[in-house]
């Protein structure tokens, strides 16, 4: 019998595939021969002896310690790609969300007071306030070609956009996936001045850390849109803001809210929804349940 510890709540069409049989699983439970987890941050946790794989139902492993499971001979699965689809439909709808000023807009008209007829002069008074761009014939830089970065260059060719992709390390898999009309950069600095809205799609190291700072951001061109639902820590919020208060820069939508950037005008930040949905956690679940068990 396997004991299976479960960090967080993990769908229940993952969880069903470990026969109950062979497996006892629970989120309080002694001596686990591997832990499933989703967000909770392993860092700090003392590692249990009969420990021998963790699995993570999602595709960034920050919140876990690799290098110290490695040296303890343990494992670490994720689920890549299994959240691609929701991820991709969210980054489509924070272009419009920043295209359209629909946040802004929709602020507006919440706090519209006074008969109807009050509020039907003051919205077409205010409505000049939130005009916004299309997509059509704009171009989108995605940094990142993995599973959800194709996604996205092929949902925004399907949008009449013209796109621009730049991954050093891209698979011969992901590029048969790719449209043919996505066009290379030759540099994440080639991509960043050529992009009206930009989107990245990396894991956060060393390397990526403020891939988008000051001197990046002063050379996209005026109005340009930033969108990260990968990590918070590839884009320098600080550097965003002074492009955005001093008008360089048209917006900033992403998935990671601070004190910094929650009440900005020109920002939208959202609780971390990338991959919260029903169809990505159960993905996702499913496929990590499977590689544990096979494991």
Same mark, same amino acid.
């Given at each position: 019998?396997?004991?299976?510890?479960?960090?967080?709540?993990?769908?229940?069409?993952?969880?069903?595939? !470990?026969?109950? #049989?062979?497996?006892?699983?629970?989120?309080? @439970?002694?001596?686990?021969?591997?832990?499933?987890?989703?967000?909770?941050?392993?860092?700090?946790?003392?590692?249990?002896? +009969? !420990?021998?794989?963790?699995?993570? %139902?999602?595709?960034?492993?920050?919140?876990?310690? *690799?290098?110290? &499971? +490695?040296?303890?001979?343990?494992?670490?699965?994720?689920?890549?790609?299994?959240?691609?689809?929701? *991820? $991709?439909?969210?980054?489509?709808? /924070?272009?419009?969300?920043?295209?359209?000023?629909?946040?802004?807009?929709?602020?507006?008209? =919440?706090?519209?007071?006074?008969? #109807?007829?009050?509020?039907? $002069?003051?919205?077409?008074?205010?409505?000049?306030?939130?005009?916004?761009?299309?997509?059509?014939?704009? +171009?989108?830089?995605?940094?990142?070609? /993995?599973? @959800?970065?194709?996604?996205?260059?092929?949902? %925004?060719?399907?949008? /009449?956009?013209?796109?621009?992709?730049?991954?050093?390390? @891209?698979?011969?898999? =992901?590029?048969?996936? &790719?449209?043919?009309?996505?066009?290379?950069?030759?540099?994440?600095?080639?991509?960043?001045?050529?992009?009206?809205?930009?989107?990245?799609? *990396?894991? &956060?190291?060393?390397?990526?850390?403020?891939?988008?700072?000051?001197?990046?951001?002063?050379?996209?061109?005026? /109005?340009?849109? @930033?969108?990260?639902?990968?990590?918070?820590?590839?884009?320098?919020?600080?550097?965003?803001?002074?492009?955005?208060?001093?008008?360089?820069? =048209? %917006?900033?939508?992403?998935?990671?809210?601070?004190?910094?950037?929650?009440?900005?005008?020109?920002?939208? +930040? &959202?609780?971390?929804?990338?991959?919260?949905?029903?169809?990505?956690?159960?993905?996702?679940?499913?496929? *990590?349940?499977?590689?544990?068990? #096979?494991?």
């Amino acid at each position: 019998m396997y004991k299976i510890l479960t960090l967080n709540n993990i769908s229940v069409a993952g969880l069903e595939r !470990l026969p109950r #049989d062979r497996y006892e699983v629970a989120s309080e @439970i002694q001596h686990p021969d591997a832990i499933l987890l989703r967000s909770y941050k392993m860092h700090d946790m003392e590692i249990p002896p +009969t !420990l021998k794989a963790v699995g993570r %139902a999602g595709a960034g492993v920050n919140n876990i310690p *690799v290098e110290k &499971l +490695t040296k303890l001979g343990i494992p670490v699965f994720n689920a890549p790609g299994a959240n691609a689809n929701a *991820v $991709k439909e969210l980054v489509l709808a /924070g272009m419009l969300l920043g295209a359209r000023n629909i946040c802004q807009a929709w602020e507006f008209a =919440r706090g519209l007071e006074g008969t #109807d007829a009050e509020i039907s $002069k003051a919205v077409e008074a205010g409505k000049k306030q939130f005009v916004g761009i299309e997509l059509p014939g704009r +171009t989108l830089g995605v940094i990142g070609l /993995g599973a @959800i970065g194709v996604k996205v260059c092929n949902a %925004a060719v399907a949008l /009449g956009m013209k796109v621009l992709g730049y991954d050093p390390e @891209i698979t011969v898999q =992901r590029a048969w996936q &790719l449209s043919s009309q996505v066009q290379q950069a030759a540099s994440v600095d080639d991509l960043l001045s050529h992009s009206e809205f930009v989107s990245f799609h *990396v894991p &956060l190291v060393e390397g990526t850390r403020h891939m988008v700072n000051a001197d990046r951001i002063a050379a996209m061109p005026e /109005g340009a849109v @930033i969108l990260n639902f990968a990590r918070q820590g590839i884009v320098d919020d600080e550097a965003v803001v002074r492009a955005l208060d001093a008008g360089h820069l =048209r %917006a900033y939508i992403c998935d990671f809210p601070t004190n910094l950037l929650k009440d900005h005008p020109r920002v939208v +930040t &959202l609780p971390h929804l990338g991959a919260s949905t029903k169809e990505a956690e159960e993905n996702c679940a499913v496929m *990590v349940v499977d590689e544990i068990r #096979d494991y």
